[in-house]
T-cell receptor, first 117, second 112 residues
Framework: DAMVIQNPRYQVTQFGKPVTLSCSQT?????MYWYQQKSSQAPKLLFH???????NEADTPDNFQSRRPNTSFCFLDIRSPGLGDAAMYLC????????????????FGDGTRLSIL | GEDVEQSLFLSVREGDSSVINCTYT??????LYWYKQEPGAGLQLLTY?????DMKQDQRLTVLLNKKDKHLSLRIADTQTGDSAIYFC????????????FGGGTRVLVKP
């Protein structure tokens, strides 16, 4: 009964070859997030969608893009992966923040580990 | 900006209690979270506490919040080998929407 599903779990791509990671959710949450986590580091937020409204973090490289065709799916596109983009990519979802006066926690998928050859 | 700090490593014997500590700087922090990350996996939400609470207990987990000192701790009673993982403390506040600021994580190793 996985609720936030990321595919694939492991992805290998070549230097400079575009790659897409996918995330789907069965929670019907408004908000979907993409994080990058490098080895032994905390997750770093890249961007998030609030419904169809895209919110980019100021320091997210232009090389990273995202699409959300519907409520359930969100994609992370890396246009020209460099060696420094090798990392675990985590998708998370939450209900609309501060629903009912309470903050809504984020629920994470198991991640996709991206390797660059 | 906000900063969240954790010690890097904790070693504990199976059956003992573990205490993982976290400090934060943002006095407007409203919610504080503990996430668990097992090797090769995503983050599992363990528990969270609202800033007007001092303590929250959930089975083997006890969260203590000292808002004056901006100190958060997670106590795991009767630690098991399955508790070996990295534990992340995170904070958020209303001004930042739902954005989480994570600490660097504490690696907990449970020895039999």
């Amino acid at each position: 009964d996985a609720m936030v599903i990321q595919n694939p779990r492991y992805q290998v791509t070549q230097f400079g070859k575009p790659v897409t990671l996918s995330c789907s959710q069965t929670l019907n949450h408004n908000v979907m997030y993409w994080y990058q986590q490098k080895s032994s580091q905390a997750p770093k937020l890249l961007f998030h969608y609030y419904d169809k409204d895209f919110n980019n973090e100021a320091d997210t490289p232009d090389n990273f893009q995202s699409r959300r065709p519907n409520t359930s799916f969100c994609f992370l596109d890396i246009r020209s992966p460099g060696l420094g983009d090798a990392a675990m990519y985590l998708c998370a979802t939450s209900r609309e923040p501060w629903t009912g006066g309470w903050q809504q926690p984020q629920h994470f998928g198991d991640g996709t580990r991206l390797s660059i050859l | 900006g906000e900063d969240v700090e954790q010690s890097l490593f904790l070693s504990v014997r199976e059956g003992d209690s573990s205490v993982i500590n976290c400090t934060y700087t943002d006095s407007s922090s409203t919610y504080l979270y503990w996430y668990k990350q097992e090797p090769g996996a995503g983050l599992q939400l363990l528990t969270y506490i609202f800033s007007n609470m001092d303590m929250k207990q959930d089975q083997r987990l006890t969260v203590l919040l000292n808002k004056k000192d901006k100190h958060l701790s997670l106590r795991i009673a009767d630690t098991q080998t399955g508790d070996s993982a990295i534990y992340f403390c995170a904070e958020s506040n209303k001004a930042a929407g739902n954005k989480l600021t994570f600490g660097g994580g504490t690696r907990v190793l449970v020895k039999p």
